[in-house]
């Protein structure tokens, strides 16, 4: 049985309808917290997570909002503390990109992921501060893109995680008088949807990997809920890998 170390907390999880954002969602639930997922155009999978959630006993509504749209961003946040009194947990998970070679990808390619990787994450993150007391967890999904891209087409991509990575070690100078932790999860080769261990570019990763599979949702929900919980309270703007060797 899990621990339920987050018990009476709140959450958002952006993008949190599938993938990572969905594992992150079901253990923070799982330890107690009460969860607010956004999603994008898939009611029926936000609303398929609710109902998995509720029916383990837990507390979880779901919000339409494109991470794209810089007002649906803060509309997600105020309404998740309206809902819940208040917001304790901020995951900034939703993002995306594409393999595009810097010298073909479009402006407004680029301008998309850096809208949703980076300028969500900031609008989201200051709009949360309006609402988060002290002892407070910021947690943003960034990617080991972001210290190795080990192919090419991802140069777009790897720029907005370090973005992301190096607005959170900023940002924890910033909170740390409020208690607030602030970090950055960074995922290697993670079995999802959108990127299937079984996948076409799955042979390829495995090639970079220390150990010989990808990782599941589960592990990475298991880290971001220790980083939001209590015993993390000393561990502060940093990037937390999980990537099954992927960098070593």
């Not at 398929?48 to 339409?64: P, S």
């Not at 946040?77 to 900034?92: C, K, Q, S, W, Y």
Request: glycine share 14%; hydrophobic share 45%; proline share 4%.
């Amino acid at each position: 049985m899990t621990a339920r170390t987050l018990e009476g907390r709140s959450a958002l999880v952006t993008g949190g309808s599938r993938g990572i954002g969905a594992g992150i969602a079901a253990r923070l639930a799982a330890e107690g917290a009460r969860v607010c997922v956004t999603y994008v155009s898939r009611p029926d999978r936000a609303d398929a997570l609710v109902a998995a959630i509720t029916a383990e006993g837990g507390t979880a509504v779901a919000l339409q909002a494109d991470s794209a749209d810089p007002d649906a961003v803060i509309d997600s946040v105020r309404t998740t503390a309206e809902t819940f009194g208040g917001l304790d947990i901020l995951v900034n998970n939703a993002g995306g990109g594409r393999l595009d070679p810097i010298g073909v990808a479009t402006r407004e390619q680029i301008q998309w992921i850096l809208d949703v990787n980076v300028r969500a994450t900031v609008l989201a993150t200051q709009e949360a501060l309006n609402h988060m007391g002290e002892g407070g967890r910021i947690l943003n999904i960034g990617s080991v893109n972001a210290d190795r891209m080990p192919i090419p087409g991802g140069s777009a991509y790897s720029m907005s995680k370090g973005a992301v990575a190096g607005f959170t070690r900023g940002l924890a100078r910033e909170l740390a008088p409020r208690k607030i932790t602030v970090n950055t999860l960074q995922p290697g080769p993670v079995d999802t949807d959108l990127n299937s261990a079984s996948g076409p570019l799955a042979s390829e990763m495995l090639r970079y990997l220390a150990v010989d599979r990808f990782g599941t949702i589960d592990e990475v929900g298991a880290l971001a809920a220790f980083l939001a919980g209590p015993e993390a309270a000393f561990i502060t703007g940093t990037a937390i890998t999980i990537d099954g060797g992927f960098g070593a």
